[in-house]
């Protein structure tokens, strides 16, 4: 199964392999040269069709968790300062993820969308810290009943050049529902209130929708 937002690239894409499989088998003589063309272009189709692949995932929605947004690695825990929404600090978990990695973007908790605000900005590497702040982002908080207001910031990386957002204030948010979509590289932050137990650890494998994140009783 594919995103919806990968829709009209594949049909280019697939369409585009096609015309150059069929150039090369009638310009390319050379049996090696042809068909080594051949496998470079069906590798493209293929880096670009696993993208947008969307994996059907069931998620056991409790509001004591937050989930991974994102599928990706755990690359920073730690206690910052939020300088957007919250202004003070929070606990800042934040999974990065590389083109391989399934890019659709997960609602973390359910309760109801206080704030989404989209950011224009600069395209840095992904794991830079300045990334969180001046690149291309979103910026969304959720009210959960348990958690309180849980804040999430898509980040676009140095490939990235489009954020989709489908959270809108006052929307009914649903844990492990899709909520968005980042092209070609990406990170996603997610900001939680201070003294939450942490369930995961740096380095570790996060996948979107089943990963427990934190946990508060």
Known sequence: MFHKEGGKIILIATTSTVILLLLIDKFITLEWLRMSAMLTV???LVMILQFFRNPKRVTKVNDNHVIAPVDGKVVVIEEVYEAEYFKDKRLQVSIFMSPINVHVTRYPVSGKVKY???HPGKYLVAWDPKSSTENERTTIVVENRVFGEVLYRQIAGALAKRIVNYAKEGDDALQGEDAGF???GSRVDIYLPLG???NVKLNQK???GHTIVATKM
Do not use: D, N, R
């Open 196 to 198: 939450t137990e942490i």
């Open 116 to 118: 989404s605000k989209y």
């Open 182 to 184: 980042i092209k070609f």
């Open 42 to 44: 069906l590798f493209f």
């Open 206 to 208: 996060a996948v979107g």
